[in-house]
């Protein structure tokens, strides 16, 4: 097999100058049906390394018309683990799925938070439960198909953003740690996405021209109140306006976001402009939404947070105050900010700008340049 690099791939992190230096180096890499991880294999395979793949059933339960998504997914790792001539398993991980990330997520929800299952799906799945699993099989390291990149500087793993700038997952990594970095190699991370999808494509993989999965983490598409509503019942309530007014219903406070726009069903106000309303707080112990006009009101920007549930790549915080950038969604631009004071596990960033929609339940993540210092999960802002 000869695939066709735009640009040379970088795979000689120190964990790989290691691994290479044993008699019969073994990477796992863990396949997920898409374009991604199928072409991180084809480049540790074309770079001489013994390559086995691992499928991870993660979720069982079907979708709303009875088809279990993960069945497609597997039929393409077997297409491309062929093409590769690459042994694959299957590894169902569904409990520590389910108990590392599921419930979690089902209980920010409950509080009335946003959570972020990638994040969590990352600490206790991909790089906890997989490292495990690829350990016992006799796996050296593991591979993933993320756009990241990291190397050794004075005996500690750097995790940095990927090269493409609209593809890094940098944002969804800051809490695995120094112990699963130094047992993964990430492939891709000297790649932008198109060139990912041309060297499948010259390589003749099933999935070069796989839409990119959305979702939820190892769910997939689904229609998000419906599949809430499975496991949290619909507790239906009023939106009302900023003086208290009832202005509409929702069908659950806990399937809203702050800022959120679409669903609420909310016109014809009498007194109000024909602007859209966006929902501005959530009244969690009264079941209600309070919402309000104006993509940027007040009640939606704020200069500061607090976050709590801290990691830190390099396993230890910065020297407080300390100015840096940081992100409290994927794919914002990164802010600068300055965090100001550490007590525990509890942090407070203040930023240079308002920032809008700082939601609860979901993380910040922190930058210096292009390097992921760590992050947290948002808990309040004032």
Request: charged share 25%; hydrophobic share 35%.
């Amino acid at each position: 097999m000869t695939l066709t690099v735009e640009k040379p791939v970088e795979l000689s992190t120190t964990a790989l100058r290691d691994c290479r230096d044993r008699a019969d180096p073994h990477i796992v890499i863990a396949m997920s049906g898409g374009v991604d991880s199928s072409v991180a294999a084809a480049l540790l395979k074309q770079s001489g390394y013994r390559v086995s793949a691992v499928f991870m059933k993660n979720w069982n339960e079907p979708a709303e018309d009875g088809h279990c998504l993960w069945e497609d997914d597997v039929g393409d790792v077997l297409s491309v683990c062929d093409k590769l001539d690459i042994e694959v398993n299957t590894v169902d991980l569904s409990k520590a799925y389910w108990d590392g990330v599921f419930e979690a997520f089902l209980d920010e929800y409950r509080r009335g938070r946003t959570p972020n299952p990638d994040v969590l799906c990352n600490r206790e799945v991909k790089f906890k439960a997989f490292i495990e699993h690829a350990s016992s099989i006799g796996g050296d390291l593991i591979a993933t198909g993320h756009y990241a990149k990291h190397h050794t500087l004075n005996g500690k793993e750097v995790l940095q953003k990927g090269a493409d700038p609209n593809k890094d997952q940098s944002y969804f990594l800051y809490a695995i740690g120094q112990h699963a970095l130094t047992r993964t190699v990430f492939p891709l991370g000297e790649l932008e996405k198109p060139a990912v999808r041309r060297i499948a494509a010259g390589a003749g993989l099933a999935t070069h021209a796989k839409k990119d999965s959305t979702g939820i983490c190892f769910i997939g598409e689904r229609r998000f109140r419906s599949f809430l509503s499975n496991y949290l019942p619909a507790q239906p309530g009023d939106i009302r306006s900023l003086d208290g007014n009832v202005i509409g219903h929702h069908q659950g406070a806990a399937f809203y976001t702050l800022g959120q726009r679409e669903g609420l069903g909310i016109g014809g106000i009498r007194g109000a402009s024909e602007g859209p309303w966006f929902v501005v707080a959530k009244d969690v112990s009264n079941n209600e939404l309070i919402a309000a006009q104006g993509h940027e009101h007040p009640l939606l920007m704020s200069r500061r947070l607090i976050a709590d549930t801290l990691s830190w790549i390099d396993d230890a915080p910065p020297v407080i105050p300390f100015r840096c950038h940081a992100k409290t969604r994927y794919r914002q631009p990164d802010q600068s900010c300055e965090i100001v004071a550490l007590d525990d596990d509890t942090l407070t960033v203040e930023f240079t700008h308002p920032q809008r929609a700082v939601t609860p339940g979901q993380s910040v993540v922190f930058y210096d340049g292009n390097t992921c210092l760590g992050g947290g999960i948002i808990d309040r802002t004032e």
